[in-house]
Every structure is written in structure tokens, then in C-alpha cells.
């Protein structure tokens, strides 16, 4: 497998008051893990702008003129209590999301087998008109509007782990049949959306709501038994990653159990899902994760099961319909 890792300089000038989680030392500990050796064969690089067109797929027109405008301005500033601005936070946003973007040009166009972009901010709390929780540009909704409209994806899955849900994500693509949204999460936790019960307007949107103190053995029940088969059915062209490590047992921000090997486990299952339906093609963007040991473990495994070759092909059988 021949694996893309995107990361830029840039992330780490937008600058969180002090104390706050989501901090510049979270992309330095992913990228200190990732100089082992056996990631040598990573193919890296730096992480481009976005441009205009792939924000406004995501975001309405309107957001994405008022966020280039208030990120810009020089000085702190805040969009809401949990989301600080700083001088460094516009491009550190536009990269983020331009990571999103080239990373589905490589994988879509077969120069690379998957992709994995650790950036900052993150990006799935951002609604179509809305930054929260962290997040301005939402970096998993440019990718797959990528996929849809320039490449031309008839159906784009994706899966996000985070421990928190992706309200933002799930807004975005509410009403696009064409898209599948697979949430597991911690319930009850902010954003206070994820119910099983929010089903999406084409029944696309998949909800795992996961109460504190779930551990990797039921978290795996729950993905085999409820969210993999459904990506699988889907017959994604591209599968997406929204890749938060904050369920991680020694996180500050959720009360859910799970080791990286879980996360590795996880990454494993979907390369043999991508193997099997989409030519492998994968594209995983960091969201969450803020204890600092338990996000580098959990990044290292994920990164590491992507490089891996898939398996035997789990889910073939199912598949030949």
C-alpha cells in the first residue's frame, strides 16, 4: 500500500489560549511518532491551500466569505467560547481543508492508495454555515463534495470515530443520498446530537450512540455489527475517515475506553472494505484527540494498518450480490 501523509508548518501556528486542548503539540507528537522507521515509505508532503470552490461545495457561499474575513484579522479573537481565533488560524484552516482536497486528487487518481492528513483545526463540528466545537472549515465534507463533483463519485462513505459527533458533518450531507454518514460516539456528550434516531433524508445517516465506559470489545461489536456492513452495502466509490482519537481511554474530553489498538483494529477493517469495493481508495483526516500520549499511540496504529496490505477480504462474500 502506498500511503500519502499530508502535515504543514502551518498547523502549528494556530495558536489556542493557554490550557485550551486543541493545541499546536498535538500535530507535533503525530509527526515525532511518524518519523520511525517504519514509516519510511510514507509518500509526504505539504499540505496546499484550498481554493475557493471546494470550500463553497461544502459551506454556503456567504459563511466562507465572513470566515476569510474574521480569520484574517490580525489579534485574538474567538467564534464562539470554544473556538479562539489567532494570526495564524486562517491558513492553518485553508490547508486543513486543502489537505482534505488534494489528498482525494492523489487517492482518486491512483497515484496513491490511501491518505492520511494531520492538520489542525478539525473540521466536523463546521455546519454549512457555522463554525463550533474547535472547527471552522469542515475538512471531511470539502473532501467528499471533492470526490462527488470533480471526480466524479457516485457515492462517497463516511466514518467518523470521533468521540464526539459530527453534528456538522451530519448537516451537511442530511439530504445527499449519495453520501453515507456512519457516526460511533459517545452519548450522552457535546454536541448533544446523534440519536439512532436521526436517520438522514434518504435513511444515509448511521448513528452509534456508545455510553461512557465503552471499552474496545463492544466499540468493535458495534462497528461490525451495525456501521461495516452498511459501508460495505453502500459500495462507496472513496471511503472517508474522520479520524478523531479522543475515545482513547486516557482522554480528557470523553469517557469512553478504547486503546489504539482498537483504532488499528478499526483502520484494518475498513482497508479490507476499501480493498473489496473501492480499490482501496481511503482518505483519513484527524478530528479529535487531545491527550497527548494517547493520540500519538492511536495516530501511529492507524497509520500503520493503512500502509498495511488488506486481508483475506472479510466482507467479499457478502458483496456478490
Request: with cysteine; net charge negative; hydrophobic share 45%.
Amino acid at each position: 500500500m502506498t500511503t500519502l501523509h499530508l502535515s504543514h508548518t502551518a498547523a502549528l501556528a494556530h495558536l489556542a489560549p493557554p490550557g485550551h486542548p486543541e493545541r499546536a503539540d498535538r500535530i507535533r507528537v503525530i509527526e515525532r511518532s511518524l518519523e520511525q522507521e517504519r514509516f519510511a515509505s510514507l509518500v509526504r508532503e505539504q499540505a496546499p491551500g484550498v481554493t475557493i470552490a471546494a470550500l463553497t461545495r461544502a459551506h454556503a457561499e456567504t459563511y466562507v466569505a465572513t470566515m476569510l474575513d474574521h480569520l484574517g484579522k490580525e489579534g485574538p479573537a474567538r467564534t464562539d467560547d470554544d473556538t479562539p481565533v489567532a494570526p495564524g488560524t486562517l491558513e492553518a484552516a485553508l490547508r486543513g481543508a486543502g489537505a482534505a482536497m488534494h489528498a482525494v486528487d492523489e487517492v482518486m487518481a491512483g497515484r496513491v492508495s490511501n491518505a492520511f492528513s494531520a492538520m489542525r483545526p478539525p473540521g466536523h463540528h463546521a455546519g454549512r454555515a457555522r463554525a463550533s466545537g474547535f472547527c471552522f472549515f469542515n475538512n471531511v465534507a470539502v473532501a467528499a463534495r471533492q470526490a462527488r463533483v470533480v471526480h466524479g463519485a457516485g457515492r462517497v462513505a463516511i466514518l467518523d470515530w470521533d468521540a464526539h459527533h459530527g453534528d456538522g458533518t451530519q448537516e451537511i450531507f442530511w439530504e445527499d443520498a449519495g453520501v453515507l454518514y456512519c457516526s460511533t460516539h459517545q452519548w450522552p456528550l457535546y454536541p448533544g446530537t446523534g440519536a439512532a434516531s436521526e436517520r438522514g433524508a434518504h435513511d444515509t445517516v448511521v448513528n452509534v450512540p456508545l455510553p461512557a465506559g465503552t471499552d474496545g470489545t463492544h466499540f468493535r461489536e458495534a462497528l461490525d455489527a451495525a456501521v461495516l456492513p452498511r459501508i460495505a452495502a453502500f459500495r462507496p466509490d472513496l471511503i472517508l475517515i474522520s479520524a478523531g482519537f479522543d475515545a482513547h481511554w486516557r482522554d480528557p474530553l470523553a469517557d469512553l475506553d478504547l486503546t489504539e489498538a482498537d483504532f488499528g483494529w478499526a483502520t484494518r477493517r475498513v482497508v479490507d472494505i476499501a480493498d473489496a469495493v473501492c480499490g482501496g481508495r481511503i482518505v483519513s483526516l484527524l478530528e479529535g484527540g487531545y491527550d497527548l500520549i494517547g493520540l500519538a499511540r492511536s495516530a501511529e496504529a492507524h497509520v500503520a494498518a493503512l500502509m498495511e496490505p488488506a486481508s483475506t477480504g472479510r466482507f467479499t462474500a457478502s458483496l456478490a450480490i
